[in-house]
């Protein structure tokens, strides 16, 4: 079964806002085993629209299409729907009921014609109700192909996908499946990562398929299995993820995507009852905002020190004046300084520092742009490592910041049974 997404809105076209209906539809299509093969954004233009549901007719088999169905004129997505199946608007009693509950009965206020007008839908569609939002989700089918209107805002669009459109498709439909596992890498690019395991790679069964997805400092490796039998698909799934563990088991911190390395590492000191600590320089606390967005942080994250000035470094961190001045700010000495510093305020078992240049300027050390020292105080020593990540600097500070963790991963792994 296979599926097409289309935005609707002229602020997604220039940029004004970031399209996240597209990917969370296309993740809960997924789920269910019906493969996206276009994702389309359109703007808000009847002919446009038009032709783009002519282009999609009968090559797929659902078309899912989002924005367009708010209350002004700028709203073509209604009346676009009645032109390209013949029909006309009329009044839905019980969107209605439900816009004027809303309006009157929860915002207090008199119900305007406006509100009154999203009440009106194609008069052959099915309703989709909208019980959190306005905006009625409209579902028709024309030949081949299932064309579903849902409102553009996305918690409105995520209640329509995940209470009407997934289990009426569910009804209706008869799928494959479609299973996935995604392995994390961390430590060593996409093309090392690729040799180590092209031999695997290459003795994996035709219904199995492996796609990479670097990002910096990490590699997902993620394994997609399509067929009719379920049981053999997770089988076969497993078996493989088994053997590739035997060739790079020394990278692989986790499984599945909600399986980041903070979580990972999330876990680990909880089972250690240990706790971590962060003082940022430059990374400006990136660090420490991946820890603490793992549910359950506080057990083991005790906070952080953004001492991004020199100043700060050596008046709230109490990184010594001297060593400043001996070693420059980015160095060694200082990311030591810093890792221990924090790690004794905050009184924690660990404390991660990370100072460098990401650019564009040098600051207040001579270091080349792109250098970075990280450092971890555990309870018995302080590591420091000096890596150069490059340009630009958006780069150096997401490398550096997984790059903290890594280390962090690395040695609270020595002490796991």
């Not at 439900?98 to 009154?116: A, C, D, M, W």
């Not at 053999?232 to 993820?241: R, S």
């Not at 020190?305 to 004046?321: D, H, M, R």
């Not at 600097?393 to 020595?414: F, G, M, N, W, Y």
Request: glycine share 6%; net charge negative; hydrophobic share 40%.
């Amino acid at each position: 079964m296979k599926a097409a997404i289309i935005t609707i809105g002229d602020e997604i076209l220039i940029g004004q806002i970031v399209d996240t209906n597209s990917a969370f539809i296309a993740k809960s299509l997924d789920r269910i085993g019906v493969e996206v093969i276009e994702m389309l954004s359109i703007s808000d233009d009847k002919k446009h629209i038009l032709d783009t549901f002519a282009l999609l007719q009968n090559k797929v088999d659902v078309v899912i299409v989002t924005g367009g169905l708010g209350p002004t004129k700028d709203d073509v997505t209604k009346k676009t729907f009645c032109d390209y199946f013949n029909d006309e608007l009329v009044v839905n009693p019980e969107v209605l009921a439900h816009v004027t509950q809303l309006i009157e009965g929860f915002y207090k206020r008199p119900i305007s014609q406006l509100n009154k007008d999203q009440a009106l839908v194609p008069s052959t569609c099915t309703v989709l109700h909208n019980q959190v939002g306005t905006a009625p989700g409209m579902w028709m089918k024309k030949e081949n192909t299932v064309f579903i209107s849902l409102p553009g805002v996305p918690y409105e669009m995520k209640y329509l996908v995940e209470e009407e459109i997934i289990p009426k498709i569910v009804r209706e439909y008869k799928r494959p499946y479609i299973i996935h596992k995604t392995i994390l890498t961390y430590g060593q690019g996409e093309s090392l990562v690729a040799e180590r395991i092209e031999h695997w790679e290459n003795n994996l069964p035709e219904f199995i398929k492996l796609a990479y997805l670097p990002n910096p400092g990490r590699v997902r490796l993620r394994l997609t299995a399509r067929g009719t039998d379920k049981e053999l698909l997770e089988a076969a799934i497993e078996e493989n993820v088994r053997s590739l563990d035997l060739i790079i088991h020394d990278i692989i911190v986790g499984y599945e995507e909600n399986e980041t390395i903070e979580s990972v590492v999330g876990k680990i000191l909880t089972k250690q009852n240990k706790t971590v600590s962060t003082a940022e320089s430059f990374t400006g606390g990136r660090v420490a905002s991946l820890l603490s967005a793992v549910p359950g942080a506080s057990s083991y994250f005790k906070g952080s020190i953004v001492s991004y000035a020199t100043e700060a470094k050596i008046n709230v961190l109490g990184v010594p004046q001297e060593i400043v001045k001996e070693h420059s700010v980015v160095s060694a000495a200082v990311a030591s300084a810093m890792a221990l510093n924090v790690k004794n305020l905050l009184k924690t078992d660990y404390g991660i520092a990370t100072t460098g240049n990401a650019g564009p300027s040098k600051g207040d050390s001579a270091a080349e742009i792109g250098t970075v020292f990280i450092a971890l105080a555990t309870p018995t020593e302080v590591i420091v490592e000096e890596f150069n990540f490059g340009q630009p600097r958006e780069k150096v500070v997401d490398r550096a910041t997984v790059k903290s963790l890594e280390i962090l991963q690395k040695e609270i792994l020595k002490f796991v049974q």
